[in-house]
């Protein structure tokens, strides 16, 4: 099912990369899927230069089906899931904004609304198989299945725990980087490193200085932090809670606009529905109350 997810999206496309934005993965991996289809299946499905994709003579006849299929089995699952889960809300994001954002709000929202049920998914390589009805995402392209709305823009900045910076005063030098170390989350190939991308912006050198660990998402970061691991790069709407009650703090004033916008995405066939909307009127009321989340004037809407 990957793999043909893969291969619906490039053929859609016409653009590897273009593909990978939508199912939010990187080049590399749809490149590795449409390969692993076309040995399972022993024809080639797309002619390849360095300026253009076209399809094969072979995949003009299976793309037809294979999209064909996989919307029908969106469909079907979506009136399967209704049976069983009739009054719950699929809410999907990435694991930095439901564990750093979403949840600590959610006490408070179920207190208003008991019976509006909602679950939490924080795994977002299946965006293209559109397997939620309201999610929360960055820069990701347009999909005709979903409304999508602007949600926010933030900055970026390094923290760490204070235990790191003992007998500091704050704001820091900015010399005192080279002396401790940085911990790191990969950029996708769309945008720059988060510490490439402040560095240039707090004009720092980076020669003298050097990536301790990396980790696959920001929550892994945040927790590597709070133990005095070193200092990692963080949202400011995701680390506003921890800045606030001392667990986390800001070593210096300078920061770096995030690349790149928040999106809401709800699903057209239950976008007018009252779960829907008091779920998205609330989150947008939130975000509006939130000062780390920088909006502007005019709404990106797209439908």
């Known amino acids: 099912m990957t793999a043909l997810r893969a291969f619906d999206a490039v053929a859609r496309h016409l653009n590897f990369r273009k593909a990978a934005a939508e199912l939010n993965v990187t080049h590399a991996a749809v490149s590795h899927q449409i390969k692993a289809l076309e040995a399972e299946l022993g ?16 995949a003009k006849i299976y793309f037809p089906v294979v999209e064909n299929s996989l919307s029908a089995l969106e469909q079907v699952t979506l009136r399967v899931r209704k049976q069983t889960e009739h009054d719950v809300l699929h809410v999907r994001s990435y694991g930095s904004f439901i564990t750093m954002w979403l949840t600590p709000r959610l006490s408070e929202f179920q207190n208003q609304h008991p019976r509006l049920r909602i679950r939490l998914i924080s795994s977002f390589e299946d965006f293209g198989a559109g397997g939620f009805d309201v999610g929360v995402f960055k820069s990701l392209q347009d999909d005709g299945r979903f409304i999508r709305q602007e949600l926010f823009r933030t900055e970026i900045f390094p923290v760490c725990s204070a235990d790191t910076l003992e007998g500091t005063e704050l704001p820091a030098d900015l010399g005192i980087l080279k002396n401790h170390r940085l911990l790191n989350v990969p950029a996708n190939e769309a945008e720059p490193n988060d510490w490439d991308l402040w560095m240039d912006t707090a004009k720092v050198s980076e020669n003298s200085m050097k990536i301790h660990a990396t980790f696959d998402t920001y929550p892994l970061a945040r927790d590597a932090a709070l133990k005095g691991m070193g200092m990692a790069m963080a949202r400011h709407p995701f680390a506003a809670a921890d800045i606030q009650c001392g667990r986390l703090i800001r070593p210096f004033e300078e920061a770096a606009p995030e690349p790149g916008k928040w999106y809401l995405y709800v699903r057209k066939q239950i976008a007018t529905e009252p779960r829907t909307k008091t779920f998205c009127e609330w989150l947008h009321n939130e975000i509006n109350n939130d000062p780390t989340c920088l909006q502007d004037r005019q709404e990106d809407q797209t439908q």
């Open 43 to 58: 024809v080639s499905l797309f002619d390849r230069t360095s300026r253009s994709v076209r399809l094969t003579k072979a």
